[in-house]
């Protein structure tokens, strides 16, 4: 990839933003602005990864920029650094290798390589030495590289060690016996980046920019250069430039020629991978079809396994369906998702659950003989086995062959700001007033004088404004490397020929440096290994309704299409229920009326950015309702959209009318699909816009559709779902809600026991338990185990665990186990002495009132556990202690405590306790709002359960607020919001003084204003409420 010698000059010394807190340009615009300055080649050697490679591949293919592909070393016991250039893909291979060497037993973060670790492992590369310089290391580079393949590289920076480190160059040169060459050794692609980069090291050295002194640049001259400017700059010394064009013309590797290949190991060794699938396919048959295979199924398995063949990826499936059964054999759940439900295949294998046939969906939404690339599987496991799976990954494949993806954690937002206000010497308090402006996402906040102003701060402070510029110039920039959820590379060659493999922060795991984009661009295969916690809650659940089944044959035993579970959803009886259980999609069930599966598909997708800003959800539910007839924008559509009502709901539907509606082949309308996705990151989007508008034109769609499904285009970039992704999820969603309607007890014990999970806390969920009649017990060492349990029959009851009590851990709790299981407990010595319990344990116990049954009256065991004394509690030696009479603790002493260690109270709820505060104001009951009239004007309070700020909703904030008698929905403007923000984001229970108003069925408040009762009445009076330091949580989202 050499430019041509003309061009004079090609920069071999470059790096990006991910020289971490380094580079302040994106790769991108590394390779774009070197294309548009004319270099002959640029080499992106950031420091100790290639990081940034694969998008710097991306954008200088794009803009046809001969790139080189590289690395900056950390070398031990020296400062000074190795620059590797890789001539081709052996050189490649051994830059992947020493990469590898230099991060393997290094903190994560950190990487340096011995000297001697260069030996014979650098065929094919090329050396660059840049300052600061080290003789030693110099010597050792010329004997591992060869002389002529090591240059020592000369920055003129205009500064005034400039003259002395130059000379140091030139004498080092003589010594080794090695070229110079030159280099603007770039940190940005403008010079406009200059106090971006200023900035970017005052975080590096934890310091602010008036301390920085000498760490920072003294001018913008670590800038790209073009070769005139770079002429001038080396005007004495030309041959110093001129050695860069040699070392381009030789370095012409390209990502592009990377040859991965996934491994196959299911194949037996006298059949080739596609006939071990096709084997496999025929002998799985009979177990999704056992009356026979229809035959547009036959039709559809052989369409597919001969297009799997041409592409090549048998393979992959092979290795997909192997991941499978190996949670198959431990009895763990799993289901796959998103596209791969289009395949029959996949459903045949058992990877995905829903028939593809049955549904009508589209396989080119997952797989494309046009398009030709890798197929991407996403399975979903139980949340708290998914790791036996991934080091059973491990284990068969090799580490060596297998390791996961990265994912690239960037700055966003609130942690822009923190990091720069820092370094321009901003207090805490400062950054955090600041950080206030912005409410959801980046594009929220603004620098303007009244907001700044509105946080409390001087809008005429110079440095709050070049805070907000430059936080926003490095948004996106990368903070550090982290590990994708779930994403795994499996090779069949060791990976490090074709990526370098580091440790990642977790235990046991290895990534390499590209994230799923990367991966895309490079043609890597990749398989998502990911964690669902509503498949831990449902295997629980069934293992305590059909013990006598293993998972699998338990969830296929669920009756299908139950009247009772439509009857609940209807009336959005969903708590814990998953995928339906958030405010939005509860106030759209009652609307939607679900009576069969397709309808739970629909309801999953519906309330989501896509339909939503397509402005397709109104339309979709009139037509259900029969309050608008169902149309269609031409009859060519109407096989499209006719399950939707005429309205296009699905990212499959978005493609199929490109194809039928527009002249879009598959390939043309997956890459609109792709587009999609990117829309916001790249902008290709737009380019389909008139395309698509023309190509309605021709078929005789109208120009109104047209515009109308782009807006829902757009929306779908955010978030949309397509059919296949919506109908694995409607399965869990039926599953969750028979377990639900039919064994309360046994759902909720099986979701708490899952958490962390879910929409809601074991609070909410142990509340919405007993209000389906399940009596709920308290946690005691006597009866409880570590887990909740159930007790009794018809109906059992509903014993909560230890599991729930604050500050006893589950080492703990499974010594009290495993003790009571021995023998039951005479005593709290006993209790102590048997299960090894320290005073911090007997603390937690006894405040969440679980040493009632050996220790009569909480009062009495909170006396017990904190008496400052040795004893029978903490030294095992039996004492004898005379009984104190004390009184029982007042029943607000007692809620708080139980919210304190259990987070939850079965005897009460702190609204009983909060009446008093309300005054004169005409407070109602959330239980009475059903019976209010539509736009009434109401005073409900109550404890705050969650909040949401969905990106979508244009700064509203959604709010769920329960009091003693049930749950209110609150809808909260954004101007609203921003008048009680503090209120709103702090309050843990609120007054709130709204409007009623309801619709179809779904009632909620339309909030006016909020008051804090969860702080003390007055300023001047003194806080000893008990209820103002009461624990409660709300889980909040966006």
């Not at 060459?181 to 406009?192: D, E, M, N, V």
């Not at 049954?853 to 509690?873: D, E, F, K, T």
């Not at 095992?876 to 260690?901: F, G, I, N, S, T």
Request: charged share 25%; net charge negative; glycine share 6%.
């Amino acid at each position: 990839m050499a430019g041509s010698s003309s061009q004079g000059f090609a920069e071999l010394c470059a790096r990006s933003c991910f020289s971490l807190l380094q580079g302040a340009s994106q790769p991108e615009e590394m390779a774009e602005r070197a294309h548009e300055l004319g270099l002959a080649s640029i080499a992106l050697c950031d420091r100790d990864g290639m990081y940034g490679s694969a998008r710097a591949h991306m954008a200088a293919r794009e803009v046809a920029q001969p790139l080189i592909v590289g690395a900056e070393l950390t070398m031990q016991g020296t400062d000074a650094t190795v620059l590797m250039l890789v001539e081709d893909h052996a050189g490649y291979t051994s830059l992947c290798r020493l990469l590898t060497r230099a991060h393997a037993d290094q903190p994560k973060g950190s990487a340096s390589l011995r000297w001697q670790e260069l030996g014979a492992g650098v065929n094919g590369l090329w050396a660059i030495l840049p300052a600061p310089y080290d003789q030693a290391l110099s010597c050792a580079v010329a004997e591992s590289f060869g002389r002529d393949r090591v240059r020592i590289a000369v920055q003129r920076h205009l500064d005034p060690a400039q003259s002395r480190i130059e000379s140091q160059a030139i004498s080092l040169a003589k010594l080794v016996e090695v070229d110079l060459i030159a280099t603007a050794r770039p940190l940005f692609h403008h010079p406009s980046r200059k106090p971006v980069a200023d900035v970017l090291c005052c975080i590096r050295n934890k310091t602010t920019l008036d301390a920085a002194g000498p760490l920072l640049q003294l001018n913008a001259e670590a800038v790209l250069s073009s070769p005139a400017k770079m002429a001038q700059r080396f005007r004495d010394h030309p041959e110093w430039l001129a050695s860069t064009l040699p070392i381009a013309q030789a370095c012409q590797f390209s990502l592009a020629e990377l040859r991965y290949r996934f491994p196959c190991e299911a194949a037996c060794v006298d059949e080739t991978p596609d006939q071990a699938l096709a084997r496999l396919v025929r002998e799985k048959q009979s177990w999704r079809y056992p009356n026979g295979v229809p035959e547009p199924v036959m039709a559809q398995l052989r369409k597919e396994l001969a297009l799997i063949e041409e592409l090549g990826v048998a393979p992959y499936f092979l290795s997909v369906y192997e991941i499978v059964e190996i949670a198959r054999e431990r009895r763990i759940l799993c289901q796959g998702r998103g596209s791969a439900a289009n395949s029959a295949v996949c459903y045949v294998l058992g990877i995905t659950a829903v028939d593809p046939a049955r549904a009508n969906l589209l396989f080119e939404r997952f797989l494309s003989a046009e398009r030709r690339d890798p197929p991407d599987i996403d399975v979903d496991f139980e949340h708290e086995r998914r790791e036996e799976v991934i080091q059973e990954i491990y284990e068969r494949y090799g580490r060596d062959r297998a390791a996961m993806v990265s994912e690239i954690i960037s700055y966003r937002g609130k942690s822009s700001l923190r990091d720069v206000g820092k370094a321009f010497g901003l207090s805490l308090e400062q950054v955090d007033r600041l950080s206030s402006m912005m409410l959801h996402s980046w594009s929220g906040i603004e620098a303007s004088s009244s907001r700044i102003e509105e946080v409390g701060l001087d809008p005429n402070d110079e440095r709050l404004r070049k805070v907000v510029t430059i936080a926003g110039e490095i948004e996106r920039f990368p903070r550090h490397l982290s590990i994708h959820v779930g994403g795994f590379v499996l090779s069949a060659e060791p990976l490090e020929q074709v990526a370098p493999v580091e440790p990642a922060r977790m235990p046991d795991r290895t990534v390499i440096p590209w994230d799923k984009d990367d991966l895309d661009t490079l043609g890597f295969f990749k398989v998502d290994i990911l964690a669902l916690g509503m498949l831990t809650a449902i295997r629980k659940a069934l293992a305590i309704v059909m013990p006598d089944l293993d998972p699998l044959t338990a969830l296929a035993a669920i009756p299908p299409e139950d009247p009772a579970v439509y009857d609940a959803l209807c009336k959005a009886d969903t708590v814990g229920v998953f995928q339906i259980e958030s405010r939005a999609q509860m106030s759209m069930l009652p609307r939607l009326k679900p009576r069969r599966f397709y309808d739970l598909v629909i309801e999953v997708a519906i309330v989501r950015p896509g339909p939503i800003q397509g402005g397709m959800v109104h339309p979709y539910l009139r037509r259900r309702a029969g309050k608008d007839p169902i149309t269609y924008p031409h009859p060519c559509l109407r096989p499209i959209l006719e399950r939707t009502l005429g309205v296009p709901l699905f990212q499959e539907q978005v493609m199929q009318i490109s194809i039928v509606g527009a002249g879009y082949s598959a390939g043309e309308a997956d890459q609109l699909r792709r587009d999609m996705a990117a829309w916001r990151k790249h902008g290709r989007l737009m380019l389909h816009r008139q395309r698509l508008l023309d190509g309605f034109a021709r078929t005789g769609i109208s120009a109104q559709f047209g515009e109308q499904l782009f807006k829902q285009i757009q929306g779908f970039g955010e978030y949309g779902f397509p059919e296949s992704h919506a109908a694995s999820f409607a399965l869990l969603v039926y599953a969750s809600a028979w377990l639900k309607v039919h064994h309360p007890a046994a759902f909720a014990c099986s979701l708490i026991n899952s958490q962390p999970m879910g929409f809601y806390t074991p609070g909410s969920i142990v509340r919405d338990a007993k209000e389906h009649g399940v009596e709920v017990l308290p946690p005691t060492v006597t009866d409880s185990r570590w887990d909740c349990t159930l007790t009794g029959d018809s109906p059992p009851k509903l014993r909560l665990g230890m599991r729930l009590i604050r500050g006893l851990g589950e080492l703990a709790g499974r010594a009290i186990e495993q003790a009571l299981d021995d023998r039951p407990f005479e005593s709290l010595d006993d209790l102590v002495t048997r299960a090894s319990l320290k005073k911090n344990h007997v603390e937690a116990l006894a405040e969440a009132g679980a040493l009632e049954p050996l220790v009569q009256g909480r009062r009495h065991a909170l006396w017990r556990a904190r008496a400052p004394r040795s004893g029978p509690l903490f030294d095992k030696a039996p004492v004898v202690e005379q009984h104190v009479p004390l009184p029982p603790l007042r029943p607000r002493e007692q809620l708080v405590l139980d919210y304190a260690r259990v987070g939850l109270s079965i005897h009460d709820h702190p609204m009983c306790h909060m009446r008093d505060r309300l005054g004169s104001r005409p407070v109602v009951r959330i239980g009475e709002l059903a019976s209010l009239r539509d736009g009434c004007a109401v005073y409900i309070a109550g404890v705050v359960l969650n909040r949401q700020r969905p990106g979508t909703a244009s700064g509203v904030v959604f709010m769920t607020l329960e009091d003693e008698t049930g749950h209110a929905n609150l809808v909260i403007w954004a101007d609203v919001f921003e008048r009680h923000h503090h209120e709103a984001v702090n309050g843990k229970i609120l007054l709130i003084e709204g409007r009623l108003q309801r619709q179809e069925g779904v009632t909620h408040v339309v909030v006016v204003s909020i008051e804090r009762l969860d702080v003390p009445r007055r300023p001047d009076e003194p806080d000893d409420d008990e209820m103002s330091g009461l624990a409660v949580r709300s889980r909040d989202f966006h």
